[in-house]
């Protein structure tokens, strides 16, 4: 057996080999293929029942291909102006790339590879299976499609960032001519948007369904091409099918020709990217803090040098002040609050002249709360936590616990007068209800800064992405519930000049909770044993 | 025989390699010596043609990214990283298939053996200490028993019995007519058999020295080192260097 064949059959052997190890993780892949297979029965047995009178608008279909496929493009974009993506990984640098095997060859393996990963990523949308079915009356053959289509955008969509960055890699010119396609594709769909609200008079998503349904639209880089595949497919329009796998085939050839050109030397425009994504898995395997892949050099600036202030414990949050300020000039106002305030602008503009804009707005809030909490209990504290300089400077506990907490209980403050601000002066809602918002997101920052502390006291450590989506949500039901309630029967009784105050009592617990939080586990650097490295392992 | 001959690599904008020229003959160990961020180990990737630049690179007469290069180079590289889903017998099986190689069990078992890895060879890569992998890593890179070999920082991670039994390696291969190139900045670590030291400062050699020329000249060369890597701050600090020295990172 050749090298590369033997690579990737004893890969395949050893990992299902591996499931006798994790009976847990055996349990969920066969619940997992059971479902599918059980949907895939079900879908033949009732396929003579058809459904079409009743289905959904399929242009919501189309509108959920676009977005992914625009965000797809965006993000990948991004990926190939900075580390350029990979089909590879580190193991195949050190072995695969030094070894004599064409490089065509290991080109080829690596293509293999990872469109075999992005079909296994789409295997998620056979458990949409009933759901599509019953929404929108779809068979077999347009399932299928939608499976195909996931994959097809996720390899193009990968050979594009490498692509990117073979062709702009230490030329900013270049750099600057990817970006100005790029924002002038998405301009030009910005300005097809308010030509369409313009002249058809329609609503917010009636314009984005007639948009993404447009001819025009299927010609748009991938995003487009997938709608267009998926309309013909599912309408049996063998022109569309055709021109739509044609110009995905024209794109991969175009990049695997850039790739293969002259002396075949792709080793180099992959290796960033592979030693980058390698760096990060390392990090999150070892529970370390995953290094920051933003490619943003920070200048050191005279005025922003120095902790300046702070002593003992408060060195901390100085330290973290000064972080704040190396990534943003404004301190704490960055991206993430610019991006929330166009989001309640946008909100409050469109929802103004709504029967009942104030629950549009307790959506802002909830949506605004959501976000945060992942925010947060990935923020400072949680780092601060993981390095071991918190459990050796010589101060109590409790005021440790406080100076690493408190960047994390001011950005709320300052994030929240801000969205709600903005809220109020665009939507002309009444400013004390916007003001209790604010308030009230501010106070959901202090119950997710406590709840940090309480993962660290309990668990010993931060839990992962999966389990902190779940503790998320029984937190949201266990602790915000019962500081919900009071202020849903404060809506209820209370009269609507009186209705500003309905966030209050679920702001005042929240607060109330923090505290609590804080003074049973101010202990944690006493009590936990410093789990962030595997240095002292 | 390595010949490496005005070889510049520029990463965007930062000059990381900058006409560098030397050669590694038949038989010598050669060391790159030099601090972080001197351009060793972006050298190194040139050499294993990981790494495109300007120049020329030639592995016993063959131009280094022709296939018959790759088959007489080895590259043991400064981060080891196996493959998570392959045992340790399975990476030298690949190897064995990679470089067709006959008759390598024997070599494979002699390898593990030595670096004390013989028993662990059910293991799978994710299953390693960072240390195994080390191991592991140059298990690797010896099994098709190259006739040029680069080193990039190979002690670092190893346990004592590791760094005699490698330096006894080295020595070994060194005897059996292999070119050895060493990277590294802990200069005791290969103090007793450097036949060639290349000191890299601002990704260009700075001073080259035989061992033949520090032995009649009485030269210490930890000396030199810092009185290059020194006088190359106080330049740096005077502003009178003109170009940037390479970022931390890039080695």
Known sequence: MKALAYLTLTQIKNRILSLKKKPGLLILYSVLTLIVVGSFVLMIIFSGETNAEKAADERIIYLIISALGLLFVYTFVTTGLSTGSSLFNMPDVGLLFVAPISSKKILFYGLLNTMGKSLLASVFIFYQIGNLRNAFDYGFKEIFILFIIYASMLVSCQLLAIGIYIFSNGNPSRKNLVKAITYTLYAALVIAYLVIQRQQQTGLLETILRLVSSEGFAYFPVAGWSVMLFAGVAHNLPVKIIISVVLFLIMGAVIIILLTSGKADYYESVLVSTETSYQIRKAAREGRNVPQTNSKKIKVRDNAFGIGKGSRAMAIFYKHLLEHKRKSRLIFIDGYTVFMMIAAGMAGYYFRTYALPEFAYYGVLATAVYFQYFLTVMGKLKQELTKPYIYLIPDSSLRKVFAASLSSLIKPCVDGCFIFGILAAVSGHNLPECAFFALAYAASGAVFVGLTILYQRVLGGQPGTVLKVFIGMGLFSLVLGPAIAPSIVLAIILPDSLRFLCTLPYSVISILFAVLLFVACGNLIDKSEYTGSAAFK | ?251
């Not at chain 2, 030639?58 to 998570?84: D, F, V, W």
């Not at chain 2, 889903?85 to 399975?90: G, N, S």
């Not at chain 2, 006959?102 to 053996?113: D, R």
């Not at chain 2, 140059?138 to 098709?144: D, R, T, V």
């Open chain 2, 1 to 251: 025989m390595l010949l490496v001959q005005e070889v510049t690599k520029k990463y965007g904008k930062v000059l990381a390699n900058d006409g560098v020229s030397f050669e590694t003959h038949p038989g010598e160990i050669s060391i790159l010596l030099g601090p972080n961020g001197a351009g060793k180990s972006t050298l190194i990737k040139c050499i294993a043609g990981l790494l495109k630049f300007s120049g020329r690179i030639l592995i016993n007469g063959n131009e280094n990214k022709s296939l018959q290069a790759k088959r007489e180079l080895g590259y043991i590289p400064e981060i080891p990283a196996p493959y998570e889903m392959l045992t340790v017998w399975e990476h030298m099986e690949f190897i064995a298939r990679a470089y067709s190689l006959e008759n390598w069990k024997e070599k494979a078992e002699h390898l593990l053996q030595r670096f004390e890895m013989d028993d662990k060879k059910k293991k799978l890569g994710n299953e390693l200490s960072k240390g195994m992998q080390q191991k592991l890593s140059i298990c690797c890179g010896l099994l098709p028993e190259p006739k040029v070999i680069l080193f990039d920082e190979p002690m670092v991670g190893l346990d004592p019995h590791a760094i005699k039994e490698l330096k006894k390696i080295i020595l070994e291969k060194k005897d059996e007519g292999a070119a050895i190139l060493i990277s590294t900045h802990m200069l005791d670590s290969v103090d007793e058999f450097w036949d060639s030291a290349n000191i890299m400062i601002g990704g260009r050699i700075a001073a080259r020295r035989s061992r033949r020329d520090t032995a009649s000249s009485g030269e210490d060369l930890e000396a030199l080192f810092f009185a290059i890597t020194e006088s190359s701050k106080s330049k740096s600090s005077d502003g009178q260097e003109g170009k940037d020295s390479s970022p931390e990172g890039m080695n």
